[in-house]
């Protein structure tokens, strides 16, 4: 044998990806958290401001408890790059060897973490119970190593992915920001946008993928300057979309994005291909090397690094505090944009699946398995429990996807209010505002901190449903922003729209020296 070949143990790969989708569960990346610091401690809208206080929080939280930053602990994608070197000793292919990482990561007894792949897309959609398969990508390279990219992407940021090919005179930079500026808030910013360009159609959203996995470094870039096109467009994006005064969950604010990345490759001479990809504020990924000397060995981040952020920080501005078992139409009425409430008391909760099957059962003139006149519903699908937990992870799924059963749920239950992540489209706001019935948010990034509010928890109706079953929650102080009021006002259009007139305002004046 080649001295230069180097013996990689199948089962290495397998515990080292088993590892490492553990790690990124409930480790943020520390050149996130730094970023994120800095943009806290800069921001002037309060709600954007006490949402990403509640981002930060629940990261240390997380970190400690070593459970999930998240409840949707994502699809596994896997980026692999083998040297030509490296003979792997398993009977096993490679997928297989990754797969297996990923179903003992997800059935993990200490760490459970929430099995979200369906097996079949277009009909039955199964849930495979392990989130196996992974997406994984492999490259030969030079060399006797083995190193690994392995993210974990959230649902609500890789549905706002997109993909456009342009005309090779028109402009990257337009085409983004004008994008950026119709996906709402489902992808949880604060965090990454990520630009491929070039290559195929295939290549260029392959590009963008594996580039927002790569170190943030966007203040470095700013003080040296750009030394390529890439980097001139990375700082033209970052300035633009933070611009547009997104902010934080979509609320209005300073920081929309911590950062942009730009991979480019070359491409037909008629054409332009543009992936956009955004990363949402878990922002799950690492990286390590395999060279035959066994499974890597991860060392936890240096906590310090984590800003110490409190309860009395995040509501030092003032609340209304709310008691669900006595809620009013009259009480509901009176809530407003950007308010921050606690709740406490009994709700229940329910997605996709159970909003499905409630306005199947409408429809076909049955009861439905649990009374919703004037309660409130939580749209999550949280984390399996362990040890003495009343609930895993319970963050909010993203509410726009509910918008088609939102009039008949009203209409015909007597619900009194919602709360889920991100903004409401017109037709789910024309309901809010025809049968009285507010819209709150709570915090996407913050689940473990939620969960805590959490206190007593029991499933309700269609258990078969597993994490998509209804619950009822007994909550104590349960953070959420008001977002869509009875009247149909919304505050992710009127706080981006605020905060773009404000910067642009800002902008003018130091450019005429005021």
């Avoid at 981002?55 to 083998?82: E, W, Y």
């Avoid at 398969?133 to 030079?142: M, S």
């Avoid at 060279?291 to 920080?313: A, F, Y």
């Avoid at 078969?464 to 869509?484: K, N, R, S, T």
């Amino acid at each position: 044998m080649d001295k230069k070949t180097r013996t990689i143990a199948g089962k290495d790969i397998t515990k080292s990806v088993a590892d490492a989708l553990q790690y990124i569960s409930y480790y943020h990346p520390p050149d996130y958290i730094r970023y994120l610091s800095q943009a806290y401690a800069r921001e002037q809208s309060p709600s954007a401001k006490n949402a990403i206080g509640q981002i930060l929080l629940n990261s240390r939280m997380a970190a400690f408890g070593r459970r999930p930053i998240c409840q949707d602990t994502g699809l596994v994608v896997v980026f692999a790059k083998v040297g030509m070197g490296v003979r792997i000793k398993s009977t096993a292919s490679f997928a297989d060897l990754v797969n297996e990482g990923v179903r003992r990561a997800y059935l993990d007894p200490d760490n459970p973490l929430r099995p979200s792949i369906v097996s079949d897309p277009l009909a039955a959609r199964l849930n495979t119970r392990d989130n196996t398969p992974a997406v994984i990508h492999v490259d030969l390279v030079q060399g006797n190593q083995i190193e690994i990219t392995i993210a974990a992407k959230g649902g609500g940021s890789e549905n706002k992915a997109r993909f456009t090919t342009l005309n090779p005179s028109a402009s990257v930079a337009d085409w983004v920001v004008d994008t950026v500026s119709t996906l709402g808030s489902g992808w949880c910013p604060p965090g990454l946008i990520s630009v491929g360009i070039g290559g195929s159609a295939e290549k260029a959203m392959l590009l963008a993928k594996e580039a927002m996995n790569e170190p943030i470094d966007m203040s470095e870039l700013i003080a040296r300057g750009p030394s390529c096109a890439e980097d001139a467009l990375r700082i033209e994006l970052y300035e633009r979309i933070n611009a547009l005064g997104i902010g934080a969950q979509g609320l209005g604010g300073l920081t929309t994005v911590v950062d942009v990345k730009v991979a480019a490759y070359p491409t037909h001479a008629a054409s332009k291909p543009v992936a956009l990809i955004p990363q949402c504020a878990a922002n799950r990924h690492l990286k390590f090397t395999l060279d035959g000397t066994g499974p890597v060995q991860l060392q936890p981040p240096d906590l310090s690094e984590w800003p110490q952020i409190g309860h009395e920080d995040l509501h030092a501005t003032g609340v209304r505090r709310v008691n669900l078992n006595a809620v009013t139409k009259e009480e509901t009425a009176s809530w407003r944009c950007g308010e921050t409430l606690l709740l406490s008391g009994k709700m229940l909760t329910g997605r996709d699946a159970a909003h499905q099957r409630m306005v199947d059962l409408i429809d076909a003139g049955k009861p439905l398995p649990i009374d919703l006149r004037g309660r409130v519903i939580y749209y999550v699908g949280p984390v399996r429990a362990v040890r003495d937990e009343v609930v895993g992870p319970a963050g909010p799924t993203t509410s726009s996807r509910m918008d088609g059963f939102t009039d008949k749920i009203l209409a015909e239950t007597g619900l009194f209010a919602m709360v889920g992540k991100a903004e409401r489209g017109p037709a789910a706001i024309e309901s809010i505002v025809r049968h009285k019935a507010p819209y709150l948010i709570a915090v996407g990034g913050a689940a473990y901190l939620i969960s805590k509010s959490i206190k007593a928890a029991r499933i309700v109706a269609f258990e078969d449903l597993g994490m998509e079953a209804i619950y009822e929650f007994e909550v104590q102080d349960m953070p959420v922003i008001m977002a869509v009021d009875v009247e149909g006002n919304s505050i992710h259009n009127s706080g981006p729209l605020e905060w773009r007139k404000r910067m642009a305002a800002e902008s003018i004046a130091r450019s005429i020296g005021v």
